[in-house]
Each structure stands twice: as structure tokens, then as C-alpha cells.
């Protein structure tokens, strides 16, 4: 695990919400279980972690600059990635590993050079801002050429944490998406990765596609004089990082199988094909990494039908580390999703909150992207109707930040039930910033 003091380690729980009552015959059975960290580095601290020198966990973090020839359109865009870059590196904790990469067709080392990480000091910061001089435009795009690169630097430093921030403005035009998707399936469980695309000449879902194999974030930042302040933003995040690689192990008995496993706080995030075996009957699905946070998951398993009275454990979740020799480390937090057959009516067709509120923000987030797809293709009907049941969620859930980009899209003429019309002209900052930001949540009140 990470090689931190013992005072920072976090202390995890996990939590369970759900209506385990199941009428006669009932086989499905859902639930929403949030896994918290607390009482690590990032305690009480707003600006960033509060480690003190040499204590907090080993990291390596990679900046990855798109360095194609569009960045000089305008010539701001390639200036502002810079103070950008300048910026993160002076949010780097002393200690932590690091490299810039300049991407184009090709992969460059801009910083330090020589296959390597440089460890962050008053010294190095200052070279690496030295050498951001040295970035400049031109040439292809080519992100899984970047990728590849900074998984062999990061892969090259005994740390626990790794880490990447990328930035693009284009689409990935010369590389084939199978390029692409052949370094993301190499670099995945190796480091997380943010990715952000900046201006509008991007595609959302390869941005969105990076940050979502690699476990990290994805957002537009539209107006580039507003990278510095999210480049900063990202780097105290990842400086935040104390355990790398949890991963959400369930255990179930036989003949219950596990129908799906998402993320759905803060985003919504699929899960369900990313299982490892681990074990009879467990598996475990992969989380990232983690500082001072809480995040829900939607489990939902198919349990074995059972007389009414009876009752079952229906999946046992737990948190663990894979560590260097083959083994795991438990992390010392459980919960129990249960299972009880009854008669009574009320009990097995109410619906759990947590689980009913979660249910529609995955389907928010599907929604938008669905009206979203067919507005793309001239299907204007299906798109007001896609569009309008998103306004119907978002107002219904109380999703403000959501609704807001919405109606950036659509004029909304009855929120409650969802009646909108298109707008006619919708600025393309404001319909990729709907789809870029479609998967955030808001946290059920519980």
C-alpha cells in the first residue's frame, strides 16, 4: 500500500441502503452502498492536502499537453495551457514524482527528459516550468501515443499513487480509434487519468471515453483562460490521493448472480464488465483511487426464490488493495445486502430512496446523452422527447446544476412534466458542456 505515516491512513466504511423485502417470488434485489474515506491528509484542509513534508502516501503524476497544430488557433490557447501546466506543477507536493509530456502525433518528453520522473523540489519545479517554454504547436493528434508514454514513465517510479491530467483540444484524427483503445486497455489499473478538452473542436466522447477507462474525470473548460484555475484544481485533488486501487469486492452465495454494478455518486460509472474473478463466487470491480471522499454504488444481484418467511444474504461487499506479491489487503469495511420473502404488500413494493433516487439519475444521464445523439441526427421529435424527460428528472430530483445546462438546450415550458421545446441556435459550448457534464449527480439526501 502507499508508504504514508500511519496517522494519515484513512478509515473506511461502507454503508447500505436498501428495502431487502422481496413479495412471493421475488428474485431481484437493489441496493445503493456508499463507501466513505475519512481521517486521511486532506482533513480540514481546503487549499489542499496537509501533509506534513516526506509524510504523505508516494506519487507519480503525469501532465500530458496537446501540442497539435490547432493549440495556436487561437495563439492564447497554447499560452494558456502553459500557465496551466506552470500552475499544476506549483500545486505539486515536495516528494512527488512528475513529468510533462507534449503530445502531437508522437509522444514527447518536455520534462525532465531521459525516460524518467523528476521529484518535485523548489529546484525541479522551476526547471519544469523552464522547459514549459519549450511547447509550442504543430503537428498531429495521436492521445494514445501520449498514454503509452506516461504509463512507462509513471511505471518507471516506486509509488503508490499514479496519476494523470490530460489535456486536448481536437479529435484524435491520426491514430485509429482501436489505437486508442489498445493504450487504454494497457493503461488500465495501471494510473487514473483526468482529461479535459478545452475549446470546442473536440469530441466529447473520446474525452469522456479516456477518463472513464482510466477512472479519473472528464470536463470542458470552453474558455481557455479558465485552465489554470482547473489545472490547479485537478493537481490538489490528486495530491488529495491516499489509497491507490481500491476495488469493491462482492462475495455472493450460490446460484445469486450480479445483474450490474455502477457508480452513481459524484458521476455516474459503469462497472459491471470491469470485474476480476477473485475467488469463488467474488469479484471485485475497480474504484481508483481515493483521499478524503464518499461515493454510492448501485448494486443489483438475482438471488434464488425462497418461501415467504424465509431470508438470505443476498452479497457481502467489502473494500481491498491488491498488494505487490498477489495478495490484497482488507481495508477493514463491510456491509450486507439482505434479501427477506414476505406477504405484506407495502413492505416488498416500496421503494428504498437512495435506490429510486439513484435509478433516476442513471436515467438522466442516459437521457441526455440519447436526445442529445438524435438532435446530432436531425431526429428532432425524439430528441424533444429524450430531452424533456431529462428537464422532468433533474427537476424532480432536485439536480439544479443540471437543469441549468438544460435549459441551455431547450426552452422548458413545464419542468414537472417535462414539456420543452428546442431551441433553434444553441452555442456548441453549451450543448458539449451538457454532454461532457451529463453524468454528474446529485447526492440523495439521506
Known sequence: ??????????????????????????????????VTSTGGGTVGSVAGPSYAPGQGPAAGVAIMVDCSGSMDYPPTKMR????????????????????????????????????????????TREQAKQALRRLSAGGGTAIGTWLRLADRLLSSADVAIRHGILLTDGRNEHESPEDLKA??????????????GVGTDWEVKEVTGIASALLGTADIVADPTGLAADFTQMMETAMGKEVADVALRLWTPVGTTIKFVKQVAPTVAELTDRRTEAGPRAGDYPTGSWGDESRDYHVCVEVPTAGLGQEMLAARVS???????????????????????????????????????????AELAQA??????????????GATAKLGRAVQLASASGNADTAKLLA???????????????KAKVAEADEMTLETRSTKTVRVKK
Open 1 to 34: 500500500m502507499a508508504n504514508f505515516s500511519k496517522s494519515n491512513v484513512p478509515q473506511f466504511s461502507v454503508d447500505v441502503y436498501q428495502n431487502e423485502y422481496l413479495p412471493d417470488g421475488g428474485r431481484e434485489v437493489n441496493a445503493i452502498v456508499t
Open 183 to 196: 493504450a487504454l486497455d494497457s493503461s488500465a489499473g495501471r494510473f487514473t487519468c483526468d482529461a479535459r
Open 408 to 422: 441551455k438546450v431547450v426552452d422548458v415550458v413545464d419542468a414537472a412534466t417535462g414539456t420543452v421545446r428546442l
Open 319 to 361: 473494500l481491498v488493495v491488491p498488494q505487490p506479491d498477489g495478495t490484497v489487503q482488507n481495508l477493514g469495511a463491510q456491509g450486507l445486502v439482505r434479501a427477506v420473502w414476505t406477504d405484506d404488500m407495502v413492505a416488498s413494493t416500496s421503494i428504498n430512496p437512495q435506490v429510486a433516487h439513484y435509478t433516476g439519475q
Open 368 to 381: 441526455i446523452q440519447q436526445g442529445l445523439d438524435l438532435r446530432k441526427v436531425g431526429d428532432m421529435d
Open 80 to 123: 494558456n495551457a502553459r500557465d496551466a501546466t506552470a500552475a499544476a506543477i506549483d500545486t505539486l507536493r515536495d516528494g512527488t514524482h512528475f513529468a510533462v509530456i507534449g503530445g502531437t502525433h508522437v509522444a514527447k518528453e518536455v520534462y525532465p527528459g531521459g525516460g524518467r520522473l523528476a521529484v518535485a523540489d523548489r529546484t
